[in-house]
């Protein structure tokens, strides 16, 4: 059945809610709607729970113990598929950020291999595949993703290929917490990972890994991570959803409108409950530098296109496919659609 949006009510169905966030610089959005107050312009008392893990995240998404999250870009459509759990249809009604991975390694492995970061990603990776090849007594390295559908693991397998190495024979994938990335590369547990923001610059900061490609090298603009609510939370409180994304988008405004909300988002950012010290090495709200380029507001961002998740749903197309299923179209489409967002914007 084609996924449509109940004409919003003048005042939300609930008062008071909780969203899921992972510490990553792309909540931003979110953190802004509530130190910012747009939440409560809208009617609505949010409350913002850190979480740790996207799995943990998926889960009290799914049980209802959170009301919606900060998610993964595939992470609605292999919860709606059921994947790694049961099914649970699920909504990403608008999206939040657009790029901002790094692949980092660490920097005894860059001295060994002589991988750093150039105009190719391809040059690193060939570098990393042909140290390799000449140490064949070495350790195979031990590299880490933050979930097995993300477009981290995604790009990474991809940047590996792109070298000539096969992410299932040259390598250990494992998954990890992003906010665990940093220390685990310091204590030599992992040899490098693919994470968004700001885990890839803070281990440059600190000495402890170098990049050697990003996430815009390989996958220009993506989108990376969407609000995420399930169907049946979205067809029960349609006021409430379209009271959030009128939050989300005006903070996106906020955002766009001059360098000082940048600068005291940043700030915003480096509280405590949110993403703390992890931030400190930054000087504002990144605002698509290179080589990182992640997009975090204004434009045309936050209303969902389904086009634009081809790229990404590719993979987990193949991991269907692999085990004797096919990816439906259809749920791909009312995972991704406009249609809420549109419905909240023109009410």
């Known amino acids: 059945m084609r996924e449509t949006a109940t004409s919003p009510a003048a005042t939300p169905e609930l008062e008071s809610l909780t ?15 509530r130190e910012q107050g747009f939440f409560t312009q809208q009617g609505l008392d949010v409350t ?44 990403a009604p608008v999206t939040l950020s657009h790029g901002g991975n790094t692949l980092v390694l660490s920097s005894r492995l860059c001295e060994q291999s002589r991988a750093a970061l150039g105009d190719d990603p391809a040059e690193s990776a060939r570098a990393l595949g042909e140290w390799l090849a000449r140490h064949t007594d070495a350790t195979r390295p031990r590299l880490a993703m933050v979930y097995p559908f993300s477009c981290q693991h995604f790009l990474l397998r991809e940047w590996l290929a792109r070298g000539g190495l096969a992410a299932d024979r040259d390598v250990d994938l494992i998954a990890l917490p992003p906010p665990r990335m940093v220390a685990a590369l310091r204590e030599g547990q992992i040899d490098g990972f693919c994470v968004g923001e700001p885990w890839g610059s803070l281990a440059e900061h600190e000495g402890v890994g170098r990049l050697v490609a990003s996430g815009a090298q390989l996958w220009p603009d993506h989108p990376e991570k969407v609000l995420g609510v399930t169907r049946f939370w979205a067809r029960r409180y349609p006021a409430t959803l379209a009271a959030l994304l009128r939050a989300l988008k005006n903070a996106s405004d906020w955002l766009a409108d001059r360098p000082e909300h940048r600068r005291q988002a940043r700030d915003w950012l480096a509280l405590p409950p949110y993403l703390d010290r992890s931030v400190s090495h930054l000087d504002t709200l990144p605002e698509g530098q290179g080589p990182i380029r992640q997009r975090l507001y204004g434009g045309d961002l936050l209303r969902p296109n389904v086009e634009a998740m081809d790229r990404i749903a590719e993979p987990l197309r193949c991991h269907l496919h692999d085990k004797g299923r096919t990816l439906d179209i259809r749920t791909l489409h009312e995972c991704y659609a406009p249609v809420h967002f549109d419905a909240a914007m023109h009410h």
Not at 19 to 24: A, D, M, R
Not at 67 to 84: C, K
């Open 48 to 91: 913002l729970s850190r979480e740790n893990a996207w799995s943990t995240l998926r889960d009290k998404v799914a049980a209802g113990l959170l009301d919606g999250a900060h998610m993964l870009a595939p992470l609605p459509l292999a919860m709606s598929l059921g994947m790694e759990r049961a099914p649970c249809e699920t909504l």
């Open 19 to 33: 969203l899921g966030f992972i510490p990553l610089v792309d909540a931003v959005l979110l953190i802004v709607a």
